[in-house]
């Protein structure tokens, strides 16, 4: 930092720094003994050059008195009690010195520095001089300016008054071509060719090149183009069937669709690896069996019948879930077929059980068992054929290709089994529950988060059910000898005056059992209706209970199971 400082100095002393930068130097000098010593010593220099300047300008003829008082005002003091540097007006533009670099000089080369900006500042002065002479002398004319130094020497002159004239420019006249003449033509001894009233037009003329043989017309391409023993069929590689078989190549009929895999030559000929149209049956080929498909003619290749679907059939009339299911077919006029099962709410769905399985044979199923629920009462199968084109048979029913086949239940109620019903889960639901016989029927409680859903079971095959609480007080009544009067969530159910009236008193108390409850799986029933549960009784026995609408599932009808 201190030697920053020392290089400031010599602007500080020329009054080139700014007014901040001018203040914290002074305030650093206050406390820098070093410093002061060299701003005494670069006030010295200063005052040296001043002093120079001045003797040269007094020394510098027609230019004393002139030079030193614009030397008093360029070199007046400044704001910070030093001179000022030297600045000139020429033409209106203000030539000042530049700020010197500023590098960081050491502490021990500080008295070279003196004599190094002593030689600048000299340099800048003498500049300035030859400015102001310059700037001075600019608007005397010469006899003034020569005779304003007849103080230090006499010098002789002559004035041209004459007004010098102007050379004319010879502009060159234009020619109607930059060719040489006739003239300079002779001279150079170049005897041009004569005239003549028409010049010749230049007619360019194509010489056949005699190493390259005549094309031969390609005839249209047909159907089919047997290619010499030659041939490569290098743009044939890749998974498209391009080529296509002359002759029976191994399993591979003639006529079949073939795509390469890779070849090689053994010395004699090329060979090719060769795959049929999906990738059924593989052979190798010599280059003579094979051809571009579409290109020319070829041999006719062995007639391939249409697609038909003659048969397709299960081993079972109704599918067992859980249990192996064995389908068949036979399929002419195709390659390979596919076995799908088939989704009959949602075709897109279908899944693929197995590929490329040849036109005529059988395939051995596994039918699934629900992950969790019976959701289909059914199963579909689906065949799909395809020929040697790619062509695709999409089996339907129409056609023989799809089957369906009725699904055995793969659930058992708690109770057992019962035909034309199925559980939707296989587990029933329990709880605990509450049973009390009427003279009309029976009630059944089953307790939920708001209150107690209570079933009322008439015996003439209706039911309603409601949901009652415990938070009414229940109305004392004398029934008649053995009867009971239901209190609880029963007794509420039972002050409605249409319950009272179709189920009359209570023949029991309340009993507690452990209820089984048993939904029917919905897929298995055409009715389709809210869903129909079987529930268990005390004594064993099982209801099944139905509702009427699924709007209103509150009330419907029941039967014994």
């Known amino acids: 930092m201190h030697n920053q400082w020392l290089d400031l100095i010599p ?34 220099v ?39 540097p030297v600045s000139a007006v020429i033409d209106q533009t203000q030539m000042i010195r530049p700020n010197p670099r500023r590098t960081a000089t050491p502490q021990i080369g500080r008295l070279a520095i003196p004599v190094t900006l002593a030689a600048a500042l000299m340099g800048v002065v003498m500049i300035g001089l030859l400015l102001l002479y310059i700037t001075t ?5 010469p006899q003034e300016q020569l005779s304003a130094g007849a103080g230090t020497g006499t010098l002789s002159f002559s004035v041209q008054t004459a007004t010098p004239t102007r050379t004319p420019f010879l502009t060159p006249a234009r020619t109607q071509s930059g060719l040489p003449t006739a003239q300079a033509v002779a001279d150079l001894g170049i005897i041009p060719p004569r005239a003549t009233a028409t010049p010749p037009r ?11 043989p005549t094309p031969t017309p390609i005839a249209p391409p047909t159907d089919y183009f047997i290619p010499t023993p030659t041939a490569i069929y290098d743009n044939a590689w890749g998974y498209d069937y391009l080529l296509i078989t002359l002759e029976q190549v191994g399993s591979i009929p003639a006529g079949t669709r073939v795509r390469v895999s890779s070849t090689w030559y ?10 049929s149209q999906g990738e059924q049956m593989f052979a190798d080929a010599r280059e003579s069996q094979l051809a571009y498909a579409g290109l020319g003619p070829g041999p006719t290749p062995t007639p391939i019948p249409p697609l038909t679907i003659l048969s397709f059939v299960a081993d079972q009339a109704t599918a067992q879930a859980g249990q192996w299911l064995t389908l068949s077919w036979n399929v002419t006029g195709v390659q390979f077929v596919k076995l799908m099962e088939y989704h009959q709410i949602a075709p897109p769905y279908s899944t693929v059980l197995q590929d490329n399985l040849p036109a005529v044979s059988s395939l051995t199923v596994n ?13 579909s199968y689906q065949l799909i054929g395809v020929d040697y084109y790619g062509h695709e048979l999409v089996g339907a029913f129409e056609n023989g290709g799809i089957i369906t086949l009725p699904l055995a239940c793969p659930f058992s109620y708690f109770f ?7 559980p939707e889960y296989p587990m029933p639901d329990q709880g605990a529950g509450s049973f009390q016989p009427f003279e009309g029927g029976f009630m059944i409680g089953m307790p939920t988060a708001g209150g107690t859903n209570v079933y009322v079971m008439y015996t003439d095959g209706s039911w309603i059910s409601m949901v009652a609480s415990n938070s009414q007080p229940d109305v004392i009544e004398t029934p008649p000898d053995g009867r009971y009067q239901p209190f609880g ?45 079987y529930l268990s009784l005390p004594d064993g026995r099982a209801i099944y209970v139905n509702p009427l609408t699924m709007v209103s599932p509150e009330y419907g009808t029941w039967t014994y199971q």
């Open 11 to 44: 602007y500080y002393i020329a009054g080139t720094v700014s007014r901040s930068k001018a203040a914290a130097l002074e305030q650093h000098l206050a406390r820098c003994e070093s410093c002061r010593q060299a701003v005494e010593e670069w006030r010295q």
């Open 202 to 212: 230049f007619v360019p003329s194509v010489t056949p090149f005699r190493f390259l």
């Open 367 to 379: 039918v699934p068992m629900p992950d969790s629920y019976a959701n289909t009462d059914s199963r």
């Open 416 to 422: 057992g089994s019962t035909p034309n019903s199925c």
């Open 46 to 84: 200063a005052g040296i050059v001043r002093g120079e300047a001045h003797s040269w300008a007094g020394q510098t003829p027609a230019l004393g008195q002139d030079m030193r008082a614009r030397l008093s005002q360029l070199w007046g003091p400044s704001a910070n009690g030093h001179s000022r």
């Open 137 to 141: 002398r600019e608007g005397e004319s």
């Open 489 to 533: 969530a029963f007794g509420m159910t039972w002050n409605s005056s249409d319950v009272r009236a179709r189920l009359g008193w209570a023949t029991a108390t309340v009993s507690n059992y452990t209820y089984l409850s048993q939904s029917e799986a919905r897929n298995f029933h055409t009715e389709k209706t809210a869903i129909k549960f």
């Open 266 to 275: 053994d010395g004699t000929q090329r060979w090719y690896s060769i795959a």
